[in-house]
């Protein structure tokens, strides 16, 4: 069936290092939606992506949508101790799946500070 | 506005006991879902609605029940409940019901342990 894979699983970064963790379709996504999750709380809502080769930046975070709409990747830039938690990426099912979420399993973020 | 409000935020039961987990929102959203979360196992959607009176399974409905009686409103009902059950649950709204979503708004979650 339809999946979607993130890697890496786990990250342990030093506080000011880089971060990317990056999303895998088996298919084609109409769009594809990036959800924080902190230790303890919910998901919450980061971006939505909807067209092809698609780069949006929100603050130190820039979110990009391949050229085929079937990988993403999230990078952050100088990691803060506020960035920790999972980072999951989630997509429509396609065809009479398309009122579902595709989640990845996510990635979680340490930051040593 | 609250958003989504899930009750209770804690709850322990006893193997066949049985209870509903409540949800409500107060954005007007048509799309209505409820996920479990278990560790390395990611969110798994249980039930969804598209609409009042309009429910469907997700990847996995047993051991569950929900209704939609009212577009705010959408409980979960454990029939009968099983240790594998022990999770945290999230319900989760949104306001458009068809491809392309618009983004879920999650509820602060119900840690429920089945002994």
């Known amino acids: 069936g339809q999946q979607v894979m993130q890697i890496p699983q786990y990250q342990h970064v030093q506080e000011g290092e880089d971060f990317t963790t990056y999303c895998n379709s088996s298919t084609t996504l109409s769009n594809i939606q990036w959800y924080k999750q902190r230790p303890g709380g919910h998901p919450v809502f980061l971006i939505q992506l909807v067209k092809s080769g698609e780069v949006k930046k929100q603050k130190r975070l820039t979110f990009q949508f391949g050229e085929a709409k079937k990988n993403s990747s999230l990078h952050i830039t100088a990691t803060q101790t506020t960035d920790v938690g999972t980072y999951f990426c989630?997509?429509?099912?396609?065809?009479?799946?398309?009122?579902?979420?595709?989640w990845g399993l996510g990635t979680s973020l340490a930051v040593n500070p | 506005n609250a958003g989504v409000t899930q009750t209770p935020k804690f709850q322990v039961l006893k193997t066949g006991q049985s209870m509903t987990l409540q949800c409500a929102q107060d954005m007007n959203h048509e799309y209505m879902s409820w996920y479990r979360q278990d560790p390395g196992m990611g969110l798994r959607l249980i039930h969804y609605?598209?609409?009042?009176?309009?429910?469907d399974q997700g990847e996995v409905p047993n051991g569950y029940n929900v209704s939609r009686s009212t577009t705010e409103d959408f409980p979960l009902r454990l029939l009968s409940a099983a240790p594998s059950q022990t999770s945290v649950y999230f319900c989760?709204?949104?306001?458009?019901?068809?491809?392309?979503?618009?983004?879920?708004?999650f509820g602060n979650g119900t840690r429920l342990t089945v002994t």
């Open positions: 609605s598209v609409g009042a009176g309009i429910t």
């Open positions: 989630a997509g429509p099912g396609n065809a009479g799946n398309n009122r579902k979420l595709i």
């Open positions: 989760a709204s949104s306001y458009t019901r068809t491809a392309p979503y618009s983004p879920l708004h």
